[in-house]
């Protein structure tokens, strides 16, 4: 089993930046990557961005040069840096654990919310 938490969420004026925190713990040495899935209201979960454990990185397009994701392998986090926030990328954010290449891990989910 992995567990993982998120921190880090709320609410931030169009620009703004956050950064959303997950802790991970139990069997983590199962997991081949850890990344951030978002739903937004009536939407489909889909993936932000993730990071394996040799630190390759993946983002979404709608993300691509405003959010950061990395990993702080001793401390068994991922964090998510996300900069120059729109109206659009209100959702909740989930942590979420890439095992046997299925996403089958995942956090309680933490608020994002941006507006004015």
């Known amino acids: 089993q992995v567990q993982l938490v998120e921190s880090g969420g709320g609410l931030v004026q169009p620009g703004g930046s956050l950064r959303l925190s997950c802790a991970a713990s139990?069997?983590?040495?199962?997991?081949?990557?850890l990344g951030w899935y978002r739903q937004a209201p009536g939407q489909e979960r889909e993936l932000v961005d993730s990071i394996t454990r040799g630190s390759k990185t993946n983002y979404a397009d709608a993300v691509r040069g405003r959010f950061t994701i990395s990993s702080d392998n001793a401390k068994n986090t991922v964090l998510l840096q996300m900069n120059s926030l729109q109206p659009e990328d209100t959702a909740v954010y989930y942590c979420?654990?890439?095992?046997?290449?299925?996403?089958?891990?995942w956090g309680q989910g933490t608020q994002v919310t941006v507006s004015s």
């Open positions: 139990g069997s983590i040495f199962r997991f081949d990557a």
């Open positions: 979420a654990a890439d095992v046997g290449s299925i996403w089958n891990y």
